[in-house]
């Protein structure tokens, strides 16, 4: 292998496996939060927070974070890379707060909330590229970042535009099989989102890695995010299609049926 030296450009290359891995569980993520989205107000019309909470943490949790952080872990360059632990946990605090109050905003009352929707798209996209670019600066590597804040911006506007349609369509559509196709349009733009976000850094060698303590990393990180993410989908999805947290919404089915 070339030797690297200081002030190098370095090109980066992804593992496609992580990739496609990094998209199921963004499709994952998202078809959850819009089963728990049509679930959130009961009956008497008050928001049941327990189906919130389960809905934050599918879609911030799982449909955006682990997507982000195995997109991270697809990311390949010549040099060693590990991650802060405590700005990667204060990302996935970050993505699911934000977007449980985004989901609030937008459904949690009696009806869809148009100003509601367009407060909590503002809010969830740019806190979407705040966790995104969080997540990137607490990369550990022989390598300074540069950004183009044009393809930066860029991040942005899909940031907003794909929080917007997701709020959207978690409160405007039933029907599984409409659903399923709306889960996988949110994939699609959480992924744009986060490769373009990425596309904005150019990697300059260096002499060295900052020394950190707190740095986690490993060749099955990936995998074990999927795994993880995946454990607790399927959890979530049995809880709120089961008796219990469903259970306020029974009489407001029994008497459209």
Same mark, same amino acid.
């Given at each position: ?108 009352? &009696? ?141 407001? &089915?029994? &008497?459209?049926?």
């Amino acid at each position: 292998m070339t030797p690297l030296v200081v002030g190098q450009l370095l090109s980066p290359e992804y593992s496609l496996g992580l990739v496609a891995l990094s998209f199921l569980i963004s499709f994952a993520g998202s078809l959850v939060a819009l089963i728990c989205a049509g679930r959130m107000v009961g009956a008497d019309g008050k928001p049941n927070l327990a189906v919130v909470a389960c809905a934050a943490v599918a879609l911030g949790g799982i449909g955006i974070w682990s997507m982000h952080f195995i997109g991270m872990l697809a990311y390949r360059l010549p040099v060693a890379i590990s991650y802060n632990m405590p700005l990667t946990v204060v990302s996935l605090v970050a993505a699911i707060l934000i977007s449980g109050i985004a989901l609030y905003l937008a459904g949690g009352r &009696r009806k869809f909330s148009k100003a509601g929707w367009l407060a909590g798209s503002l809010l969830a996209g740019i806190g979407v590229c705040v966790m995104h670019y969080m997540g990137m600066f607490a990369m550990n590597m022989r390598a300074s970042m540069e950004f183009d804040m044009g393809t930066v911006a860029l991040s942005v506007v899909i940031a907003i535009t794909a929080a917007a349609a997701a709020l959207w369509l978690a409160f405007n559509l039933r029907k599984l099989s409409h659903q399923i196709a709306a889960a996988a349009v949110m994939g699609v733009a959480v992924c744009t989102m986060h490769y373009v976000g990425m596309s904005a850094a150019s990697m300059i060698c260096t002499a060295a890695a900052p020394a950190d303590a707190l740095a986690i990393g490993g060749s099955y990180m990936g995998l074990s995010v999927f795994g993880t993410a995946g454990a607790v989908l399927i959890f979530i999805f049995w809880v709120v299609t089961g008796s219990s947290l469903d259970a306020p919404t029974a009489p407001r &089915r029994a &008497r459209t049926s």
